[in-house]
């Protein structure tokens, strides 16, 4: 960042600064004009001097030139203007002014707007130029910023940077050139009234910025204690679990609100010292009137001055205290802007950067190009050593494992490899580069990195694999295309202007030639492939067969699922295994379905039919009643509640016995307790409140008779349930067509996940591998009727949530792994990356990794050499110093 602002506004706004600097220029004869005119108006057209010696008419904008009496005062009559009475004269002149008054509006209104423009413009590049500086970060200094304040500063604090980058040049020569002519104006009329003005206009320059000065300093602290202020709320937010688990919230609200007490009283002194410094401006723009009507009504008087020129005067005055004050604004706020720009410029003004990625790429390195590391040295902020003159060359391609106990030199060295650190001493080559010159475009072709904490941004797993494949700069296509969409081609010029890359994120960024597939057509083949190697598969089918197709799917598209369904329940028969499904069937009570499920034989679209609120939809409980259920599904729920409390109290909430046997959720158990002992001690549920009887409604819905085994489902009971089911679907309200979708076996239930609808049924309870022998057989009709990669890509499509918090920690870690594996580095570094693992399960993934890394560098941190086997070289570290050198002897300086 250039450290003088003004220096990089001219830099980046030269041409229009000087666009606005002509039209200033142009405006002002106009000016000097209007405030000419009432001059006229009174002393020509009202007081009559234009009409003397009894005149009826006299001429308007007259216009002629003359020449000096040395040139010998030669006149020519350019316009003779306009005869005219003095009534019409009066308005002639009148309407002349309000002419002026429109176009000196109007040059007004084409300045502010460019300016305002230009503010915005300049805003962009600032913000973007910003974000690309912090991009390349080097790791080590981006790891301690605070996000909250990075983001705040880019966001927030260089918001009134851009509001005065526009009035930068422009808006002091604007004041400057509007005072000046007002106040020479003023000089001209009357130089005694106009050096009255100018000593009271240098008396507010002078005073007014000294009493201001205690003002930028306070808004210097406001910054502060804001971005301060900021930092630790998202400090709190980031470590918010925490602070609930050790009952620490008081004690954070506590200083939170020292800090806000803080911003208090400096807000509260800056808001005292603006409006005393207001209330003396306010008083001295006052004086320089009472002036002109005291000493200018008694020139007057006296004939010194004309009444028109006074009138006139006044009036040049009125535009003359806004400019100034405008003016020592500007002043202040340059002083105020410029130290904002200085904090911002000084914070993302680090020692070194990382090379930009200019989109040029430097020549790739073979893949037989050694990494040679030479004295490399790195210690702590303690002076502890981490490495210690390590020279060492690791050949490629190679599998190359980093031995040692955690926190030695293992891994850093791992991290300096993989370039997450760079503070180290001595030189990191792949061939003749240094690690540190390459830009991140050019390193991504060549390395990827996978460490312990997988880091996955919102969006679909889809979107985080082929995050290592968005680097292909599309090219801007034929310019004609864009004309022919005018939205387009204005942003494309804004862009431009501002500085932003020229090319939206909305176009297609993706390396096919890195992924080593030919278009987008196969991409998910080789995310299949990452993701396969990184045993994250069934993972991705899981979610695919939990997931739902939306309505962009068409019917000739969901019916082969329903074929699917249908040749599932072919070979179930086939095969014998017909009793471990219990289909819906419109005819039958579903036993492993919920009593609920059962009534509503369908799948709830919206809230108002979802199971956890059922139980208090006006509509069902009509039904219930009708079909005289409601009491015995109250009484239902009393049983399960019964078992509840004395099955699972005393529990964890997380145990999962809750998750498999029970009805009720941990956090509702207290409450249970209560309704329980309430009707032990009253003997009816009859007595009970309306609350808790709908609260033992939702329990007695949720009943599962395989589950439960409470015996609580008779044949009676299953019989009024169906009548109850006929009798919903029957009389269901028009209004509630959208909440539900009713079972159907021919026909796909687009609201239902992809495996109900293929199963259309519950896998029966109590039954021993009933579920791997179901889920076997259907995976294998899916694959003979090609939907798997239908199910797949669907499972791709499974959002992660922020920093992945849907997945599992190994689910996170495998498509961290496949991420850094899909665009195929020649390099890759793993440090630390199966933390997440059980030892048999480190080890199936390790091989995974290795078969697709074949031929190619892999380097990895392992934490004993029995992991290692099968690997061509294994370093073994014992803090800073290699202990173990495997298959090439190593140097090392003492």
């Not at 100034?324 to 904002?340: A, F, G, P, S, Y």
């Not at 969409?485 to 909305?506: C, H, I, M, T, W």
């Not at 091989?847 to 294994?874: C, K, P, Y």
């Amino acid at each position: 960042m250039d450290p003088s602002l003004f220096r990089y506004v001219w830099r980046h706004s030269r041409g229009e600064q000087i666009f606005l600097l002509l039209v200033i220029l142009a405006s002002l004869p106009f000016y000097w004009i209007s405030l000419e005119v009432p001059k006229h108006i009174v002393n020509q057209a009202i007081q009559g001097g234009a009409f003397e010696g009894g005149k009826q008419t006299a001429r308007l904008f007259e216009m002629s030139l003359s020449l000096p009496d040395f040139l010998g005062g030669a006149t020519w009559r350019i316009y003779e203007g306009i005869e005219l009475t003095r009534v019409p004269f009066l308005f002639a002149l009148s309407l002349w002014f309000l002419v002026l008054v429109l176009i000196n509006g109007a040059f007004k209104y084409v300045i502010n707007i460019r300016k305002g423009i230009l503010g915005e413009r300049m805003l962009r590049r600032l913000r973007f130029d910003l974000f690309s500086i912090l991009m390349r970060f080097r790791p080590e200094d981006i790891a301690p910023l605070k996000p909250a304040e990075v983001a705040g500063m880019i966001k927030d604090e260089v918001d009134p940077i851009g509001g005065f980058i526009g009035d930068a040049f422009i808006q002091p020569i604007f004041l400057v050139t509007q005072a000046g002519t007002a106040l020479l104006f003023i000089m001209m009329q009357s130089p005694s009234l106009g050096l009255a003005a100018l000593v009271v206009v240098l008396a507010q320059a002078i005073i007014i910025p000294i009493l201001r000065r205690e003002q930028i300093r306070l808004g210097r602290e406001r910054q502060l204690a804001s971005r301060q202020l900021a930092g630790r709320i998202g400090e709190a937010i980031e470590t918010a679990p925490a602070l609930h688990t050790f009952g620490a919230t008081r004690y954070v609200e506590a200083e939170i609100g020292d800090r806000l007490g803080g911003l208090y009283r400096i807000r509260a002194d800056l808001f005292r010292r603006k409006f005393a410094v207001k209330f003396l401006n306010n008083l001295l723009a006052q004086l320089t009137p009472f002036i002109f009507y005291a000493a200018g009504g008694y020139f007057a008087l006296i004939g010194t001055v004309s009444i028109g020129s006074l009138v006139a005067v006044i009036n040049a005055y009125k535009d003359l205290p806004a400019p100034i004050n405008d003016l020592i604004t500007w002043d202040q706020q340059r002083q105020d802007v410029q130290v904002k720009y200085e904090q911002v410029s000084a914070q993302f003004s680090p020692e070194r950067l990382l090379p930009p990625a200019n989109g040029k790429t430097a020549a790739i390195p073979p893949a037989d190009t050694p990494i040679q590391l030479t004295s490399v040295s790195v210690q702590d902020a303690r002076g502890v050593s981490l490495l210690d003159r390590l020279s060492l060359t690791l050949e490629r391609p190679s599998h190359i494992a980093l031995v040692g106990p955690a926190g030695a030199g293992r891994d850093i060295l791992a991290r300096i490899l993989g370039r997450q650190f760079l503070a180290f001493q001595g030189s990191v080559k792949i061939g003749e580069a240094e690690i540190s010159s390459f830009s991140d475009l050019e390193l991504s072709q060549i390395l990827s990195f996978v460490g312990p904490d997988p880091l996955l941004s919102p969006g679909s797993i889809r979107d985080n694999i082929l995050f290592a494949a968005q680097r292909r700069p599309p090219s801007l296509g034929d310019i004609s295309v864009l004309v022919s969409d005018n939205a387009q081609y204005k942003a494309f010029l804004e862009a431009r202007r501002s500085g932003n890359p020229l090319v939206s994120a909305d176009a297609d960024w993706t390396d096919y030639q890195a992924l080593g597939v030919a278009g987008p057509q196969e991409v998910d083949e080789a995310i299949r492939r990452a993701l396969d190697a990184a045993g994250a598969f069934a993972d991705i089918n899981r979610f695919g067969v939990r997931g739902r197709f939306d309505d962009s799917h068409s019917d000739a598209f969901l019916e082969r699922f329903v074929r699917a369904r249908q040749v599932v329940r072919e070979r179930l028969a086939n095969k014998g295994m017909s009793h471990l499904v219990d289909p819906f069937d419109p005819q039958l009570y579903n036993a492993g379905a919920s009593v609920g499920e059962n009534l509503l034989f369908g799948v709830p679209k919206g809230k108002r039919l979802h199971m956890d609120s059922l139980q208090r939809d006006s509509f069902m409980r009509s039904i219930l009643e009708a079909e005289a259920l409601l009491e015995p599904l109250i009484d239902f729920g009393l049983r399960v509640a019964e078992m509840a409390v004395e099955t699972f109290a005393g529990l964890p909430p997380e145990h999962p016995v809750f998750e498999r046997y029970s009805a009720i959720r941990p956090e509702d158990l207290p409450r249970f307790q209560e309704i329980v002992d309430s009707v032990h001690a009253r003997g009816t549920t009859r007595a009970l409140s309306s609350s808790a009887r709908t609260r033992l409604l939702g329990a007695g819905l949720a009943y599962i008779e395989p589950r439960h085994r409470l015996g609580l489902v008779t044949e009676a009971f299953t019989a009024r349930v169906l009548r109850a089911r006929h009798s919903f679907r029957s009389h269901l309200p028009s209004h509630y067509s959208d909440e539900i979708e009713f079972y159907d076996p021919a026909r796909y239930m687009r609201a239902a996940p992809v495996g109900d609808n293929i199963l259309f049924g519950r896998i029966s309870y109590g039954i021993a591998n009933a579920p791997e022998r179901v889920y076997a057989l259907a995976r294998s009709v899916v694959e003979e009727l090609g939907l798997d990669k239908d199910i797949f890509a669907l499972g791709l499509n499974f959002e992660v949530g922020k920093n992945g918090w849907q997945l599992q920690p190994a689910q996170r870690a495998r498509i961290a792994i496949a991420r850094a594996l899909v665009a195929n580095p020649q390099i890759l570094v793993m440090e630390n990356a199966l933390l997440a693992f059980s030892s048999s399960e480190a080890e199936e993934l390790l091989h995974g990794v290795r078969n697709a890394m074949q031929g190619r560098t892999l380097i990895a941190t392992l934490a004993s050499s029995t992991q290692a086997e099968g690997f061509d070289r294994v370093i073994e570290f014992e803090g800073p110093r290699i202990v173990t050198r495997d298959i090439v002897t190593l140097a090392q300086s003492a």
